[in-house]
């Protein structure tokens, strides 16, 4: 199977039915364990990314939340939110079928904090310099549950 060609296949049938052009295909044994377009636009949820999606579906189906045996096809270079995802689920191998900067003038999206050009910017700034308002509140107390954990799992 061309597990790329599925890939865009997912995706051209995504905006076919109003989705956005995003899918994801998780290749394992020569098998798809797990494929998902971007359901944003049909769910209004905005953490529904093809990766995240595929990632949840294939983790829940083996049983981990590691995917290191696995191949991760998707449609186009991740976001930072799933560029996060892909490296906590630790693939063999990631590739992607169209850069941001092919795509980009094609596509446009409408978040307040953001735009495709210079989205990755913003996550090499220090916390206060980024364009998203943030502001910390340290607590003990949060520390505290981190020792807990490490009293759990590590102690």
Same mark, same amino acid.
């Given at each position: 199977?061309?597990?790329?060609?599925?890939?865009?296949?997912?995706?051209?049938?995504?905006?076919?039915?109003?989705?956005?052009?995003? #899918?994801?295909?998780? =290749? *394992?044994?020569? +098998?798809? $364990?797990?494929?998902?377009?971007?359901?944003?636009?049909?769910?209004?949820? &905005?953490?529904?990314?093809?990766?995240?999606?595929?990632?949840? #579906?294939?983790?829940? =189906? *083996?049983?981990? +939340?590691? $995917?290191?045996?696995?191949?991760?096809?998707?449609?186009?270079?991740?976001? &930072?939110?799933?560029?996060?995802?892909?490296?906590?689920?630790?693939?063999?191998?990631?590739?992607?079928?169209?850069?941001?900067?092919?795509?980009?003038?094609?596509?446009?999206?409408?978040?307040?904090?953001?735009?495709?050009?210079?989205?990755?910017?913003?996550?090499?700034?220090?916390?206060?310099?980024?364009?998203?308002?943030?502001?910390?509140?340290?607590?003990?107390?949060?520390?505290?549950?981190?020792?807990?954990?490490?009293?759990?799992?590590?102690?």
């Amino acid at each position: 199977m061309d597990f790329a060609q599925h890939t865009i296949d997912l995706a051209r049938n995504n905006v076919m039915h109003g989705g956005r052009p995003f #899918a994801t295909v998780i =290749e *394992l044994d020569g +098998e798809i $364990l797990a494929e998902s377009p971007n359901l944003v636009a049909q769910t209004h949820d &905005p953490t529904a990314h093809a990766e995240i999606l595929a990632i949840r #579906a294939a983790c829940t =189906e *083996l049983g981990t +939340e590691h $995917l290191s045996d696995a191949t991760i096809y998707i449609l186009a270079q991740p976001c &930072p939110m799933c560029l996060g995802s892909l490296y906590y689920c630790s693939p063999r191998e990631v590739v992607f079928l169209a850069t941001r900067d092919s795509y980009a003038p094609y596509y446009s999206d409408d978040r307040k904090y953001f735009e495709l050009s210079t989205f990755y910017n913003e996550y090499t700034k220090p916390w206060q310099e980024r364009r998203l308002p943030m502001r910390a509140d340290l607590r003990d107390d949060a520390v505290e549950v981190y020792r807990e954990w490490n009293e759990r799992n590590l102690g």
